[in-house]
């Protein structure tokens, strides 16, 4: 089993950036499938950026595909999530998920991921 937790959330001003860092415990997670996912007020959760189990597949949501980065670092068992260029739209409250079975990649499902932290919150001004 793994725990998440998610940080690095906070307020932003457009065109700004900031780095989501999810931290893993209990163990390595480093051969989990991760993603990240974001819900607004009154909206469904959405699928951000996913991460593959193994070989470093990424793919992303069309809007921030390049925007975001998505990637790990296994020193410190963590996955992080770099987001440039930062728009009032992507305010959400952002959360990680991982699974430690393997998914047929994209996976955008929430119910792909077994895991999930508690979320950070983003918030964007114009």
């Known amino acids: 089993q793994v725990q998440l937790v998610e940080s690095g959330g906070g307020l932003v001003q457009a065109g700004g950036s900031l780095r989501l860092s999810c931290a893993a415990s209990g163990r390595t997670f480093n051969n989990y499938a991760v993603g990240w996912f974001r819900q607004a007020p009154g909206k469904e959760r959405e699928f951000v950026a996913g991460?593959?189990?193994?070989?470093?597949?990424?793919h992303y949501l069309d809007s921030v595909k390049d925007r975001f980065t998505i990637s790990r670092d296994n020193a410190k068992n963590t996955v992080n999530l770099q987001m440039n260029s930062l728009k009032p739209e992507d305010s959400a409250v952002y959360y990680c998920?991982?699974?430690?079975?393997?998914?047929?990649?994209?996976?955008?499902?929430?119910?792909?991921?077994?895991?999930w932290g508690q979320g950070t919150q983003v918030i964007v001004s114009s």
């Open positions: 991460l593959s189990r193994t070989g470093g597949n990424t």
């Open positions: 998920a991982a699974r430690s079975e393997g998914v047929r990649m994209p996976a955008t499902r929430w119910y792909d991921y077994g895991y």
